[in-house]
């Protein structure tokens, strides 16, 4: 990413996590700008247009000016949908609650043994994925190689499972259901977070509106709330 969008989107960092985590490993396609509103393009599993904007005049103005080189949009603020559906039908929206974990967080060592995944485990967690709509086995295995994994495994099965997306949110924590309420889905993310901050990485995830579980372990966990967070597709 070029070093003066990069100043700028760290300006508001929070706001704009998700977009510079992602354009820190994707190469940037093409920029949009209106004053400091950006439409970004980057390649991941689709050409995503992640969307960096607090003013509502200007982000108008960039949609007009936005010439649908994909229907795939990323960091998509409540405020925003409505614009962005004005003139588009959608296909499909991934609703989330962003939350980010402060770095004076203190987080306990996993009390299982926890190991990375490798690329074979991709079906076996494709097949227990809630998120099929959303996802393949292609970019598991992608996340598998290229960024940060964890899984616990009892008898030779893997049983628990977490992985980072391509923005570098933590993501698809899975437990089987027969070992859930045991302690494994803290377990596998106290490990991530662990691998993040050797890395030096800002640590955040996104928890799907009315996972109330989810939201409960991470905010015992010490993430704090940020905002409301969507992925969507146009028709």
């Given at each position: 990413m070029e070093k003066k969008l990069e100043n700028i989107l760290n300006n508001d960092s929070c706001r704009n996590i998700s977009v510079l985590e992602f354009f820190s490993q994707a190469a940037v396609i093409k920029v949009y700008r209106e004053g400091n509103s950006f439409i970004i393009l980057g390649e991941s599993d689709h050409i995503w247009a992640y969307i960096s904007s607090n003013n509502r005049q200007e982000f108008i103005k960039l949609?007009?000016?936005y010439n649908c080189e994909t229907k795939y949009f990323a960091s998509v603020e409540k405020w925003m949908l409505p614009i962005l559906l004005k003139q588009h039908e959608l296909d499909w929206e991934l609703a989330?609650?962003?939350y980010i974990l402060p770095e004076d967080v203190v987080v306990s060592s996993p009390r299982r043994k926890v190991s990375?995944?490798?690329?074979s485990d991709a079906d076996y967690?494709?097949?227990?994925?809630?998120y099929k709509k959303f996802t393949s086995i292609e970019y598991i295995q992608e996340r598998i190689d290229n960024g940060i994994s964890a899984g616990i495994f009892e008898d030779g099965k893997l049983v628990a499972w977490?992985?980072?997306h391509d923005d570098n949110a933590l993501g698809f924590l899975y437990v089987l259901p027969e070992y859930r309420k045991k302690g494994y889905a803290q377990d596998i993310t106290s490990y991530l977070i662990k691998l993040k901050r050797k890395m030096d990485k800002d640590i955040f995830l996104n928890v799907e509106k009315g996972n109330h579980k989810s939201e409960s372990l991470?905010?015992?966990m010490g993430f704090m709330y940020d905002r409301e967070i969507s992925w969507i597709k146009w028709r």
């Open positions: 949609i007009h000016k989330t609650d962003r990375g995944l490798q690329k967690i494709y097949n227990y994925s809630d977490g992985l980072s991470v905010r015992k």
